[in-house]
T-cell receptor
Framework: GAGVSQSPSNKVTEKGKDVELRCDPI?????LYWYRQSLGQGLEFLIY????????KSGLPSDRFSAERTGGSVSTLTIQRTQQEDSAVYLC??????????????FGSGTQLSVL | GDSVTQMEGPVTLSEEAFLTINCTYT??????LFWYVQYPGEGLQLLLK?????DKGSNKGFEATYRKETTSFHLEKGSVQVSDSAVYFC????????FGAGTTVTVRA
């Protein structure tokens, strides 16, 4: 596909369940980000993958959150024992890194997570 | 750490009015600066960027100038349209992209 693809687009789950969110970045993009957007809130950085480097996990809010990126392409964000405050839109973005310059990010449409 | 502070909204104004959204940053070195926009029902997309001091980014009638002396990157448009109604995010890139909280702009006909 031409853009960043995220699945599912909507996920409703019960409190305490685990969820997995998937992101397929644009082919060839080495950088991949996960952000969280809560109602009325800005974009909260979660985690950043760049090539084969160790990911920047500084934005993960708790140890219930984890993410991996297999083969430098597809990424999965996992939330264990979901809580109601985890309800938000989870956005994935990718970019083709340009050394020395800023990056233009291409965003997916997001996964709307609702924890009941 | 690096951070971006943007003017709180929401902002409501009439068509053809002048729009300014303030953005200031805190970072070491020389980050690149961006404005992203999210139109209703759509995903985020890049509006404009500037990669060094005194650079001016421009797109769709919007402009922002990278001011190192004031660590600012204010977004301006001289005459807004209803179609400019959106959420605007200021962002900074050094070793990763960090966003401000976003400013909701509503333009009335």
């Amino acid at each position: 596909g031409a853009g960043v693809s995220q699945s599912p687009s909507n996920k409703v789950t019960e409190k305490g369940k685990d969820v997995e969110l998937r992101c397929d970045p644009i082919s060839g993009h080495t950088a991949l980000y996960w952000y969280r957007q809560s109602l009325g809130q800005g974009l909260e950085f979660l985690i950043y993958f760049q090539g084969n480097s160790a990911p920047d996990k500084s934005g993960l809010p708790s140890d219930r959150f984890s993410a991996e990126r297999t083969g430098g392409s597809v990424s999965t964000l996992t939330i264990q024992r979901t809580q109601q405050e985890d309800s938000a839109v989870y956005l994935c973005a990718s970019s083709q890194r340009q050394t020395g310059y800023g990056e233009k990010l291409f965003f997916g449409s997001g996964t709307q997570l609702s924890v009941l | 750490g690096d951070s971006v502070t943007q003017m709180e909204g929401p902002v409501t104004l009439s068509e053809e009015a002048f729009l300014t959204i303030n953005c200031t940053y805190t970072a070491t070195g020389y980050p690149s600066l961006f404005w992203y926009v999210q139109y209703p029902g759509e995903g985020l997309q890049l509006l404009l960027k500037a990669t060094k001091a005194d650079d001016k980014g421009s797109n769709k009638g919007f402009e922002a100038t990278y001011r190192k002396e004031t660590t600012s990157f204010h977004l301006e448009k001289g005459s807004v349209q209803v179609s400019d109604s959106a959420v605007y995010f200021c962002a900074l890139y050094r070793d990763k992209l960090s966003f401000g909280a976003g400013t909701t702009v509503t333009v009335r006909a």
